[in-house]
């Protein structure tokens, strides 16, 4: 994982705003499946969706504190090789630094998400700060 | 939107979700579990035939409902599931401890 400050904001597919409420990241993935679709990319419906799930649930849960006055803002850019993300919050951010790449114990309910976002992607980045995640999947990689 | 439904049957239930087992319906179907677990269930069936998506909230409700199963000597098992969501529970090293099989229409899963 590493520390990114660009933005490509003005580039991007798909630019949402939603409130800090899971039940606002259905929408999301609808979106996303539709504009995968368009460009005949549903082979890459599952791992998009699962990354975006992960690091949305991430920023309504942990960033946001599951509060709905607060926004997470999704962005989305399909490129010929490359699926980008970027969801960011209005919390405080975490230390990413600190992040180890490794699983939790089998037995461990809870831990998985960015692992899981981190196993499906071929890059993740984070801003200084640790509230914006971006994420870069490689189109020619079927699932994982 | 994701949906499920459970049938009981001799000291066991099934449960079948529609759509995605994800973070937005983890929360009343953990409290389902657990109540029914509590009612003396031991053997719990989750069928995904109708699943396209699991996500880490997901997994970790069938890791709890495993957990607490084991401890009162019962068994949690999942069903139907698709290639891909087999897959991910094979990355994590779950298809022994959840009991996972594939779906029977795209042939066996093996790990």
Known sequence: MERTSKSHRHEEDLCLSIPSDLSAVEPVCRQIRSLLQKRHLERMEFPVEMIARECLNNAILHG???????????GMR???????????????GFDWRVHKRS???ASAASGRGLMIAGAYAERVAFNRRGNQVTVWINTAREGR | MSS???ERSDGGCRVSIDGGLTAVVVP????????EVEGGTQRVTVDLAATYIVDSSGIGLLIAASNTLSHK?????????SPEIFRLFQSMRLVPRLNVSGRATTGPAHE
Request: aromatic share 6%.
């Open chain 2, 4 to 6: 499920y439904r459970m």
């Open chain 1, 64 to 74: 946001n504190g599951g509060q709905v006055n607060r926004v997470v803002n999704f």
């Open chain 1, 103 to 105: 699983w939790p114990q």
């Open chain 1, 78 to 92: 399909v490129g010929k090789k490359q699926i980008c993300l970027r969801i960011a919050d209005q919390g405080m």
């Open chain 2, 28 to 35: 009343e179907l953990q409290q389902v579990l657990k109540q």
């Open chain 2, 73 to 81: 000597s019962g068994q949690l098992a999942v069903v139907n599931v």
